[in-house]
């Protein structure tokens, strides 16, 4: 059973950095699939962040690029998130999620497995 659990969430203020974790459990081939973030703050739907594929290709939106950056420790079946020059608008709860194959065009589309989340706040 995959288990995808997020932490580094907190309380920032504008212009502050936060990273956050996401630590994989219950496959294997870790390395074989695409790992992504995703957000999703109140009243709005969920979006793609960044995503991360098995050969180390990124995809990220447009509203983060510059500051955010995804990367992946295969070894210890790790996903980051390092969030910098964080604004009011980066306030949201933010998703760890495994898409189903090594490339990443479906999980930008939201089709993989999910984390709980971990809540990212962001005062001005």
């Not at 996903?79 to 933010?94: F, K, R, V």
């Not at 898409?99 to 971990?118: A, N």
Request: aromatic share 12%; proline share 2%; hydrophobic share 30%.
């Amino acid at each position: 059973q995959v288990q995808l659990v997020e932490s580094g969430g907190g309380s920032v203020q504008a212009g502050g950095s936060l990273r956050l974790s996401c630590a994989a459990s219950g496959y294997s081939s870790y390395s074989s699939y695409c790992m992504g973030w995703f957000r999703q703050a109140p009243g709005k739907e969920r979006e793609g962040v960044a995503v991360i594929g098995g050969d180390g290709s990124t995809r990220y939106d447009d509203s983060v690029k510059g500051r955010f950056t995804i990367s992946r420790d295969d070894a210890e079946k790790i996903l980051y998130l390092q969030m910098n020059s964080l604004e009011p608008e980066d306030t949201a709860m933010y998703y760890c999620a495994r898409g189903w194959t090594r490339q990443c065009g479906g999980l930008w589309y939201g089709r993989g497995d999910w984390g709980q989340g971990t809540q990212v706040t962001v005062s001005s």
